[in-house]
Every structure is written in structure tokens, then in C-alpha cells.
């Protein structure tokens, strides 16, 4: 088989089964972006530093650009577009947890897999998860507010 030939992968993206076709190479950020038009994910540094890319393949939250789309065939991929209003999404609306947007899908994507795993985080395990992801245009104070709201709701619901 060539390099450039192309294969169909079936991925379960966002609690779909969906076909598209790549190249062994091709990395899932791109799959996401280009052939399944999900594009919520963003290309910001393309070397895993910067987490604009960030989406939750099994839980767990993970670089786009790092990993091959072929990786991920049998797992659950959930981006941003498959949140469905969680409550992160409104915390970060809420505490203007955002200025330009563009690092904003990989903040909920880690916050969301935080608040998922670690519903009694406290205030240096929040900054730890945080550090993964870089925003260039606001402070972290909001990115925070925004965290410990949802993680508030979050305890109010299990609470019952």
C-alpha cells in the first residue's frame, strides 16, 4: 500500500459511527477537521503544546494533532461539538471564560474530562489540569470560576 493511499476508518465520534477516509498518517485533529467537518478542535501549535486541539478519546482528554486518527478506531471520540450544554459550556459563558474563542474548545474538553474524573477537585488539582492548555488573550481567574462552577453544579446534583 502507497503512503498517500487512503483507508476507511469507522470512528465512533460523538455517540455516532461515522466512515471517513485517511491515510495512515494522517493525524486525528485533521480527520475531525477535514473529513468529518467537526471543527471545534482547533490547530493552534501542531506539537501538543498549546491544547486548542484537545478532545476526549475514552475519557480521556488528549492532543488532536499528537495522535493518529487509525489510533483511535474502536475507541470513543467526543469533541466539543458532542457536549451537548454541559455545564461547563454555560460556567464558561457565564464568567466570560473567554476572550478571542480560540483556545476555548480545548479548555472545556480538559475542564469537562476534569470535572468528569475529579468531582471534589480542589484548587491545585484545577491548575494542574489547566496547565495543559495556553490562552494567549485572557486570565486563568475566569478559566477557574468557570471550572469550580460546573464542579459546584455538578456536587449540587449528586448531592440528592
Not at 52 to 65: F, H, I, N, Q, R
Not at 69 to 78: C, P
Not at 125 to 136: A, D, G, K
Not at 142 to 147: C, D, L, N, Q
Request: aromatic share 6%; hydrophobic share 40%.
Amino acid at each position: 500500500m502507497e503512503e498517500t493511499a487512503k483507508r476507511e476508518l469507522v470512528l465512533h465520534v460523538n455517540g455516532e459511527q461515522r466512515t471517513v477516509a485517511a491515510r495512515h498518517a494522517d493525524t486525528l485533529l485533521f480527520v475531525l477537521r477535514g473529513g468529518l467537518g467537526l471543527t471545534g478542535a482547533k490547530p493552534g501549535c501542531l506539537n501538543g503544546d498549546c491544547g486548542a486541539c484537545t478532545v476526549l478519546v475514552d475519557g480521556t482528554p488528549v492532543k488532536s494533532c499528537m495522535m493518529l486518527a487509525i489510533e483511535t478506531v474502536g475507541k470513543q471520540i467526543t469533541t466539543v461539538e458532542g457536549l451537548n450544554r454541559a455545564p461547563i459550556q454555560h460556567a464558561f459563558v457565564r464568567h466570560f471564560a473567554f476572550q478571542c474563542g480560540y483556545c476555548t474548545p480545548g479548555f472545556i474538553m480538559n475542564a469537562h474530562a476534569l470535572i468528569e474524573r475529579h468531582p471534589d477537585a480542589d484548587d491545585a488539582t484545577i491548575q494542574e489540569w489547566l496547565e495543559s492548555n495556553i490562552c494567549r488573550c485572557t486570565s486563568y481567574q475566569e478559566i477557574e470560576a468557570a471550572v469550580k462552577e460546573a464542579l459546584a453544579a455538578k456536587k449540587a446534583k449528586t448531592d440528592f
